[in-house]
């Protein structure tokens, strides 16, 4: 069963101009603001680059890195940019290329900025994020803790 805390939440509005890394910048961020529970509300943008890792149903404990991890080079629209970060982050991203097609996966890292990124930042003021190994799935998963 799925816990939840209800928390207030305060937004942190910011543009990343060209040729900043997107994670990296957000990272600086929250750990310069002393975000414990920040997250991503929106962001509209573009990037000349990402690197992500696609999904692989065949293998969730144990995916070869090499085979799901893909560099791609834009320019691409950012369509959507999701996820958590605290502890360096958990962020999912849409990218769209100059003809319509739509790439996404876990973000891990070269999200250069073309022309603007726009983001909103979020925090849970009632809360914390830490991320802990869940023997379930392998990987560190959040765990949601009340101040």
């Known amino acids: 069963m799925a816990h939840s805390i209800q928390s207030k939440v305060m937004c942190f509005p910011m543009r990343l101009k060209p040729g900043q890394e997107i994670k990296e910048e957000l990272i600086k961020f929250v750990s310069f603001n002393h975000l414990q529970a920040?997250?991503?509300?929106?962001?509209?943008?573009?990037?000349?680059?990402?690197?992500?890792?696609?999904?692989?149903?065949?293998?969730?404990r144990f995916y070869n890195k090499l085979k799901?991890?893909?560099?791609l080079n834009g320019p691409f629209e950012i369509v959507s940019l999701v996820g958590t970060l605290s502890q360096g982050g958990h962020l999912h991203i849409s990218l769209?290329?100059?003809?319509?097609?739509?790439?996404?996966?876990?973000?891990?890292?070269?999200?250069?900025?073309?022309?603007?990124?726009?983001?909103?930042?979020?925090?849970?003021?009632?809360?914390?994020?830490t991320r802990e190994p869940d023997s379930d799935t392998g990987y560190d998963e959040l765990v949601v803790n009340r101040k």
């Not at 799901?68 to 560099?71: L, N, P």
């Open 68 to 71: 799901s991890i893909k560099s």
């Open 96 to 129: 769209s290329d100059s003809d319509g097609n739509v790439v996404g996966g876990h973000v891990i890292g070269d999200l250069i900025v073309n022309t603007t990124a726009e983001v909103m930042v979020g925090e849970c003021c009632d809360a914390t994020f």
């Open 38 to 60: 920040a997250f991503i509300m929106t962001c509209v943008g573009s990037v000349t680059k990402a690197t992500l890792r696609m999904a692989d149903s065949k293998s969730v």
